[in-house]
């Protein structure tokens, strides 16, 4: 369970932050864009690729995150596994 919040998680912040870049990027690829309405690209189509590739980048995206977070994890906690002290929830609670 705590794996899928993790992930779950990661998604949607990575979800919000591609929702405030790809009004941007709408922008910046107004060329693009109109190559592909000039050869027959719908609106619809258009904003499906868009979709997509948000959708691909946010996978991608949190897919590395997590890894590259659990990567830390266990090399944090491999050193500290060795060291004369460790913490628990009931040290830090007070």
């Known amino acids: 369970v705590t794996v899928v919040r993790l992930l779950l998680s990661t998604a949607g912040v990575a979800g919000v932050s591609i929702a405030n870049v790809m009004p941007m ?17 719908e609106k619809l189509d258009i ?3 868009m979709l997509a590739e948000a959708a691909l980048s946010d996978v991608v995206g949190s897919a590395l995150g997590d890894a590259l977070a659990l990567a830390a994890v266990a090399a944090i906690n491999a050193v500290l596994s060795g060291a004369p002290f ?3 929830v009931e040290a830090l609670r007070g």
């Open 25 to 41: 990027s709408a922008i910046e690829r107004r060329e693009e864009i109109g190559a592909l309405r000039s050869v027959g690209y």
């Open 47 to 49: 904003v499906r690729v």
């Open 86 to 88: 460790a913490f628990t």
